[in-house]
């Protein structure tokens, strides 16, 4: 006879889904809006929800598979070709090879890794004692995810000055600083804080003269440029594969590629740099390992999502979408052009605008720029404040005000061109004041203030960072987040 009664065995959990995610809709609610064109950062709105949906079903077919092995599981490695073939097309680059990243900044670290590394094998041709620390050669205006890979792969910096006017490094005096330490040079395709094209024939010509590899940083413009002209706007200086000596570029998936975050393209021009990217072991005793990219395990939601995002728009539907930020892009460049006391700094090639003061009009007329941005966020709208920054020759880029331009700014553009002119009528003149003596700012106290409150203000914060030595700040910065993100106490 059997025993009736089944033994109990270990618990399994039960699972309560409900009250699960009713707690993270409330952490939601306090989040930015990230649809409906309201904030022009961070997102990247194409304004169609269908596309939305079929990135989160993307995203949630992959959810299981662990990208770190393409041999076990092959979907990773069929969007990732079929991604890498999208990116031939549009950057001109028929052979180019390269993967889809986490995002812009890695897909920047891995091509200075790679540029790194070649640097190295080449200097086995001279006296290893004498050869010093590789270099990279870079506007100002360069991407801070530059200055992140010199830090973590030991390399340092030779940063050229940008005209403060346009915004614009001399090609002249970014050839000058190629020298045999060079590793990398890098130029923007556009610039992410004035969203202007750095001289990338000039660059890249003069450097593969020398033999040193040029970075086409086209993080933000690498999906929006391609389609440009066809969409209307101005065509833009040629930047892509089709410039003789560009050798790699970076565009981000997760933004106007529209994805959802954490996927960005890398390609590079020729086979040999894209393989100097990776990371291979066999000299441990478990599995063989050979890394693409910084991470081991990883995720495939996000190139899920972006394939499927690609794939369903495909370069019709970029066209599409490019089309309205052109007309957005032109409405709101006029709208600021007609606002007293503001102007658009040099001559942005695509969506971004970088709003400083009009300095030709009188002071009592002037708006400054992140007086403007707070008096447009109590309206409802999110720009992103900018600090001036002293450069390496003694000039100053201006304080600025920066605005990325969506699809879904075209929904807003009523409101938003009636909110930037209000804001600026209510705070022109005005004048942001720092104590004349400074107190050391405390970071921590500032977190919990603004963790309590969900305030911050941010004009503050950029006025001492403008008055403030740029090590302190930087140290200030990594005090304040890790405070906010603390658990609370
Ligand atoms: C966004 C951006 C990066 C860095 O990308 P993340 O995706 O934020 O890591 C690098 N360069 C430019 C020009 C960018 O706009």
């Known amino acids: 006879m059997t025993d009736p009664t089944p033994s109990p065995g270990p618990t399994r959990p039960t699972i309560d889904s409900q009250p699960v995610l009713e707690r993270l809709a409330a952490y939601r609610s306090h989040d930015a809006p990230t649809h409906g064109g309201s904030v022009l950062s961070y997102v ?86 004498d050869t010093g620390r590789p270099r990279i050669v870079l506007a100002a205006s360069a991407h801070a995810a530059f200055h992140k890979a010199a830090h973590y792969l030991g390399l340092d910096l030779d940063v050229v000055p940008v005209d403060p006017v346009t915004g614009v490094p001399d090609a002249a005096a970014l050839i000058d600083r190629l020298t045999e330490q060079t590793a990398l040079v890098v130029v923007s395709a556009p610039s992410y804080p004035h969203g202007v094209l750095d001289p990338v024939a000039e660059v890249a010509g003069a450097a593969a003269t020398r033999g040193i590899p040029c970075h086409v940083d086209a993080c933000i413009g690498g999906l929006v440029l391609p389609f440009w002209a066809d969409a209307g706007g101005m065509p833009p200086a040629e930047w892509d594969f089709e410039v003789p000596g560009v050798s790699s570029i970076s565009a981000d998936l997760h933004k106007f590629g529209y994805a959802p975050k954490g996927a960005s393209l890398l390609l590079f021009a020729e086979r040999e740099l894209d393989l100097a990217r990776y990371f291979a072991l066999t000299d441990w005793p478990g599995y063989p390992v050979v890394n693409p990219t910084v991470l081991g395990s990883r995720s495939a939601t996000s190139l899920a999502a972006a394939w499927a995002v690609t794939t369903a728009l495909g370069p019709g539907g970029f066209t599409d979408l490019t089309r309205q930020i052109v007309v957005a892009t032109q409405e709101v460049t006029r709208c600021v052009d007609s606002i007293g006391g503001l102007a658009v700094l040099g001559a942005p090639a695509g969506p971004l605008l970088a ?24 309206r409802g709208f999110v720009l992103q404040g900018q600090p001036a920054l002293q450069q ?13 331009i969506t699809p879904a700014t075209l929904g807003v553009l009523p409101e938003l061109t009636r909110v930037l002119r209000e804001s600026a009528d209510e705070v022109r003149g ?15 106290a500032l977190a919990e203030r603004a963790r309590e409150s969900g305030e911050l203000d941010l004009t503050q914060v950029l006025a001492l960072i403008e008055a403030l030595p740029r090590e302190a700040t930087a140290g200030l910065l990594v005090e304040f987040l890790a405070a906010f993100a603390a658990p609370a106490p």
Request: hydrophobic share 45%; with cysteine; glycine share 8%.
């Open 430 to 444: 005005g004048t942001v004041e720092l104590p004349a003596d400074l107190p050391a700012p405390d970071a921590v």
């Open 355 to 378: 709003v400083v003061t009009d300095e030709t009009v009188p002071p009592e007329q002037r708006v400054h720029p992140h007086l403007w941005a707070a008096a447009a966020a109590r």
């Open 392 to 404: 390496g020759d003694g000039s100053v880029i201006p304080r600025s005000t920066h605005l990325t």
């Open 44 to 129: 990247y709105d194409s304004g169609l929800a269908e596309l939305d949906a079929l990135a989160a079903s993307a995203a949630a077919m992959a959810l299981p598979v662990n990208g770190l092995d393409p041999t076990t599981f092959p979907s990773v490695a069929l969007m990732e070709a079929d991604l890498v073939t999208f990116g031939r097309t549009i950057l001109h680059g028929p052979q180019a090879v390269g993967s889809v990243t986490s995002g812009g900044t890695e897909s920047c670290l891995l091509a200075v890794k790679a540029a790194r590394d070649r640097w190295r094998a080449a200097q086995g041709e001279r006296a290893a004692t």
